[in-house]
C-alpha cells in the first residue's frame, strides 16, 4: 500500500463550482500535513499546512481526520487558474524533514 | 523571502557523461538542502538529504555513488548524476530549509527543478 494515496482525476469542474479532494495515509504516526500545488512542469509551491482544528485561507479549507486517517482540500468558487495537480504530503514521525508525496490530483477548471 | 534557485533548469546529454545541477538557497541560509526526482505522472521521491558539512543521507534505493551529493555552503548543494543512462532522465528538484528562527524555517522550499534527458 502507498504510504499516501490520491485520486489521481482529473476533475473537471466549471468556473465558481465547489469541489472537494481526499487524500489517505497510510502510517497513523504520521507527524505533519500539508497540500501542495504543482503546475506542469513546474516545481510544487506550499498551498496550505493542515491542522487536526481544521483550517481555512481564503477559499481553501483543509481538514484532517486523525482517526480515519486522511485528509481533504475544499476549493471554493473555482477559478481557471486553480487549474493544477494539489499534492497531498505528509512528514513521518520518526523524520519531520522527509516529506513523502501522493501523486496527486489533477484539476482543471474550464470557462 | 526563501527563494530557491537551480541551475541548469534543463540540459541534454550523452549517455555516459556526468551532469552537475546546483541548488542555492538565495536570500537565506539552509542547514539542509533535499533532493527529489519526480518521473512523468508520478509524485515526487526524495532521493537524499544533505547537511552542510557533511556526507548526505540517501533514501533506499538510491545509488550514492551514482548520485554525488556535496553541500559545501549553507547556501549552495550540488547533485552530480555520473555516467547517466537513459532510464536517469527525469525531474530532479531540490528543497532547502533555513536555519532556525530565521527565514525559510517553516518549510521546504522549493527550486523550480532541472530536467534532465539522456540520449
Known amino acids: 500500500r502507498k504510504e499516501v494515496e490520491q485520486d489521481p482525476g482529473p476533475f473537471n469542474v466549471p468556473e465558481g463550482a465547489t469541489v472537494a479532494f481526499n487524500c489517505t495515509y497510510s502510517?497513523?504516526?504520521?507527524?505533519?500535513f500539508f497540500w501542495y500545488r504543482q503546475d506542469c512542469r513546474k516545481e510544487p509551491k506550499l498551498l496550505m499546512s493542515?491542522?487536526?482544528s481544521g483550517n481555512e485561507d481564503g477559499r481553501f479549507t483543509a481538514q484532517l481526520n486523525r482517526a480515519s486517517q486522511y485528509i481533504s482540500l475544499l476549493i471554493r468558487d473555482s477559478k481557471l487558474s486553480d487549474s493544477a495537480t494539489y499534492l497531498c504530503?505528509?512528514?513521518?514521525?520518526?523524520?519531520?524533514?522527509?516529506?513523502?508525496f501522493g501523486t496527486g490530483t489533477r484539476l482543471q477548471v474550464f470557462p | 523571502g526563501a527563494v530557491v534557485s537551480q541551475h541548469p533548469s534543463r540540459v541534454i546529454c550523452k549517455s555516459g557523461t556526468s551532469v552537475k545541477i546546483e541548488c542555492r538557497s538565495l536570500?537565506?541560509?539552509?542547514?539542509?538542502m533535499f533532493w527529489y526526482r519526480q518521473f512523468p505522472k508520478k509524485s515526487l521521491m526524495l532521493m537524499a538529504t544533505?547537511?552542510?558539512?557533511?556526507?548526505?543521507?540517501?533514501e533506499q534505493g538510491v545509488e550514492k555513488d551514482k548520485f554525488l551529493i556535496n553541500h559545501a555552503s549553507l547556501t549552495l548543494s550540488t547533485l552530480t548524476v555520473t555516467s547517466a543512462h537513459p532510464e536517469d532522465s527525469s525531474f530532479y528538484i531540490c528543497?532547502?530549509?533555513?536555519?532556525?528562527?530565521?527565514?525559510?524555517?517553516?518549510?521546504?522550499?522549493f527550486g523550480p527543478g532541472t530536467r534532465l534527458t539522456v540520449l
Open positions: 528543497s532547502a530549509r533555513g536555519l532556525a528562527g530565521g527565514i525559510g524555517t517553516d518549510t521546504q522550499y
Open positions: 544533505s547537511n552542510e558539512g557533511s556526507k548526505a543521507t540517501y
Open positions: 493542515v491542522y487536526s
Open positions: 502510517n497513523s504516526a504520521s507527524q505533519s
Open positions: 504530503v505528509v512528514t513521518p514521525s520518526y523524520n519531520t524533514d522527509k516529506l513523502i
Open positions: 536570500d537565506f541560509q539552509a542547514t539542509t
